[in-house]
């Protein structure tokens, strides 16, 4: 079936640098894509989201770029902090008449102090 | 400000016995989901509901079924329970605002069956 999916399971940045995790996705019907955080044993938690008619979306410190060309997906997050060691998932819609959000496998990501 | 709330926060049951979950979506928020998380694993998303109608399913058992209420809270009711039903149940909630919104989750229930 149609699915989400990350290329790393794990990734150690240095504190400070920049992190960069990437989204594979599958359904071409999909409109809207959303990445969330999930600490050890919370739920997870929205970060930024991106419609199917941008390329680009910035936040606070994070940033998502969307090639639709290729069904990749990616999160930016500059400069980073210990607090944003956490797994990080993508997650896609498809509006034509679904509600469901599809994960994909999140990636670990750990900020080396 | 308000958000999902779901309780039982942690709950232990034997094989064969049943539970419910309950979850309570932010106020004014008429769509709620289900998801099942295993250890290590994505959300897998199960039910959804808007309006207290079943919008969409996804990969629950038939021993499963959930509902929504006419004040929007949701049960997930399990039966039958399996030792591979231990997991971490999330429900989250959205307005149905055209359907480019994000889902609020909630804290989730973790669910052991022994």
């Known amino acids: 079936g149609e699915s989400v999916g990350l290329h790393l399971p794990t990734l150690s ?9 990437n ?13 969330y955080k999930q600490e ?13 008619n941008m390329d680009k979306r910035q936040g606070q410190r994070v ?6 060309t290729v069904k990749h997906l990616s999160l930016q997050i500059a400069a980073t902090q210990p607090g ?10 498809d509006n034509f008449g679904n509600e469901k959000l599809t994960f994909g496998t999140g990636t670990r990501l750990t900020i080396i102090p | 400000a308000a958000g999902v709330i779901q309780s039982p ?7 064969r016995e049943t539970a419910t979950l309950k979850c309570y979506p932010i106020p004014r928020h008429d769509t709620v989901y289900w998801y099942q998380q295993g250890p290590g694993q994505d959300p897998q998303f199960l039910i959804s509901f ?26 997930l009711n399990m039966s039958s329970l399996e030792l591979g039903d231990s997991a971490l ?17 909630g804290q989730g229930t973790r669910l052991t069956v022994v």
């Open chain 2, 9 to 15: 926060r942690h709950l232990i049951k034997e094989k």
């Open chain 1, 40 to 52: 050890s044993g919370k739920g997870p938690q929205f970060i930024i989201d991106i419609r199917s």
């Open chain 1, 84 to 93: 944003d060691s956490a797994v990080y998932f993508c997650a896609e819609k």
């Open chain 2, 89 to 105: 149940y999330f429900c989250a909630s959205s307005p149905r605002r055209g359907g480019f919104t994000e889902a609020f989750f």
């Open chain 1, 63 to 68: 940033t998502v770029l969307l090639n639709k």
């Open chain 2, 50 to 75: 808007y309006e207290k109608m079943q919008s969409d399913k996804g990969s629950i058992p038939d021993r499963f079924s959930a509902q929504q209420f006419s004040d929007y809270h949701s049960e």
């Open chain 1, 13 to 21: 940045v240095q504190e400070g640098d920049n992190s960069i995790i």
């Open chain 1, 23 to 35: 989204c594979a996705y599958s359904n071409s019907a999909s409109d809207y894509f959303i990445w």
